[in-house]
């Protein structure tokens, strides 16, 4: 039987995953949806043959669904998954698990309250090809000791909605979840850096910013957010170790040659660039689900993130480098 899946806001990614999970994900369908916008939520429900339910927290509890697929504006996605929790369902949310480090902390310990592994966060970087062998080259030592990591993260163009904290805690974010995972290590330090302005921008957001974190270990990060670039959305990550430098390509599998030049594809936006790694997250939580092991990004990673961003939008605010504390992970998220 396949797994029913209620999904709780019905925005852009919101109908992506509604989309991934109903036509290529095996073993699961969208049951339910809810969206604080009853008249297309009920549309999409009739379309795709789900039940709309004008309240989030009745379709966790409803006996239709097994698990929670929570893709809600960002506030409120931490009742969503303590109910979630409550209830004693499954639940994937993208990122952020939650707005503030005090509420990602409070989901933290209802799930460490309730026994179980229950939640999941979008963190999707990790199921990209090129991140996965990054993370293999780095594991095998074969090139030493990871010395430094130089990274960007760029996006053509950005809407005035967009402005100068989202730089951190919407878009660099994934690079913090990511790296952390690559090098298996927690930060210790966040600086930020506002670099002259390209004229593509607005008012109310400066771009590019330029972050550097360090690792416990005392590994050095940079990570250029570009998000007006114009030419692309460019994800690079270089890492470089004691004997050698490994690094992201993008995945364009042509060339073209014409005219007197040799060009490869940019990806156009992030849809394009990670729907892969989109699909085998998906494909890789649902089997997690019905085995009852979830083996993705936990709420403790959620947890470690938001401080982090928090950190780094100090710094950038401050002007100064901000030291990064955190307690020990519990045992609860090392099993």
């Given at each position: 039987?396949?797994?029913?899946?209620?999904?709780?806001?019905?925005?852009?990614?919101?109908?992506?995953?509604?989309?991934?999970?109903?036509?290529?994900?095996?073993?699961?369908?969208?049951?339910?949806?809810?969206?604080?916008?009853?008249?297309?939520?009920?549309?999409?429900?009739?379309?795709?043959?789900?039940?709309?339910?004008?309240?989030?927290?009745?379709?966790?509890?409803?006996?239709?669904?097994?698990?929670?697929?929570?893709?809600?504006?960002?506030?409120?996605?931490?009742?969503?998954?303590?109910?979630?929790?409550?209830?004693?369902?499954?639940?994937?949310?993208?990122?952020?698990l939650a707005v503030e480090i005090d509420g990602c902390r409070r989901i933290v310990d209802a799930e460490i309250k309730a026994g179980k592994k229950l939640v999941q966060v979008g963190f999707m970087r990790r199921y990209d090809r090129g991140y996965e062998e990054l993370k293999a080259m780095v594991d095998s030592k074969e090139l030493?000791?990871?010395?430094?990591?130089?990274?960007a993260h760029r996006n053509p163009s950005v809407d005035e909605s967009y402005d100068t904290p989202m730089a951190v805690e919407n878009t660099a974010v994934h690079e913090i979840d990511v790296l952390r995972w690559l090098l298996q290590e927690d930060y210790v330090s966040a600086e930020v850096k506002l670099p002259k302005q390209t004229s593509y921008t607005h008012e109310n957001l400066h771009d590019p910013q330029f972050i550097i974190l360090e690792t416990e270990s005392g590994i050095?990060?940079?990570?250029?957010?570009?998000v007006n670039c114009q030419f692309g959305y460019d994800i690079k990550c270089a890492v470089v170790c004691e004997k050698g430098e490994v690094a992201l390509s993008d995945p364009s599998y042509t060339t073209l040659k014409t005219k007197g030049k040799d060009s490869t594809k940019v990806s156009s936006d992030w849809k394009d660039r990670f729907v892969t790694a989109y699909d085998r997250e998906f494909q890789l939580w649902v089997d997690s689900v019905r085995a009852e092991n979830i083996t993705g990004p936990s709420a403790w990673d959620g947890y470690v993130a938001s401080v982090t961003t928090t950190a780094c939008s100090k710094a950038r605010d401050t002007g100064t480098k901000v030291e990064i504390t955190l307690e020990a992970c519990p045992d609860f998220y090392k099993k």
């Amino acid at each position: 039987m396949d797994l029913r899946i209620g999904v709780i806001g019905t925005g852009a990614i919101g109908r992506d995953h509604i989309q991934r999970i109903n036509g290529i994900t095996s073993g699961a369908k969208v049951s339910a949806i809810s969206d604080i916008n009853s008249e297309a939520g009920k549309l999409l429900a009739s379309e795709i043959g789900a039940t709309f339910f004008a309240e989030g927290e009745d379709l966790i509890a409803s006996d239709i669904v097994d698990a929670v697929l929570v893709t809600s504006w960002d506030p409120t996605h931490e009742k969503y998954v303590l109910e979630a929790i409550k209830h004693n369902k499954y639940v994937f949310c993208e990122k952020p698990l939650a707005v503030e480090i005090d509420g990602c902390r409070r989901i933290v310990d209802a799930e460490i309250k309730a026994g179980k592994k229950l939640v999941q966060v979008g963190f999707m970087r990790r199921y990209d090809r090129g991140y996965e062998e990054l993370k293999a080259m780095v594991d095998s030592k074969e090139l030493g000791e990871v010395l430094m990591l130089h990274c960007a993260h760029r996006n053509p163009s950005v809407d005035e909605s967009y402005d100068t904290p989202m730089a951190v805690e919407n878009t660099a974010v994934h690079e913090i979840d990511v790296l952390r995972w690559l090098l298996q290590e927690d930060y210790v330090s966040a600086e930020v850096k506002l670099p002259k302005q390209t004229s593509y921008t607005h008012e109310n957001l400066h771009d590019p910013q330029f972050i550097i974190l360090e690792t416990e270990s005392g590994i050095q990060i940079d990570i250029e957010v570009f998000v007006n670039c114009q030419f692309g959305y460019d994800i690079k990550c270089a890492v470089v170790c004691e004997k050698g430098e490994v690094a992201l390509s993008d995945p364009s599998y042509t060339t073209l040659k014409t005219k007197g030049k040799d060009s490869t594809k940019v990806s156009s936006d992030w849809k394009d660039r990670f729907v892969t790694a989109y699909d085998r997250e998906f494909q890789l939580w649902v089997d997690s689900v019905r085995a009852e092991n979830i083996t993705g990004p936990s709420a403790w990673d959620g947890y470690v993130a938001s401080v982090t961003t928090t950190a780094c939008s100090k710094a950038r605010d401050t002007g100064t480098k901000v030291e990064i504390t955190l307690e020990a992970c519990p045992d609860f998220y090392k099993k």
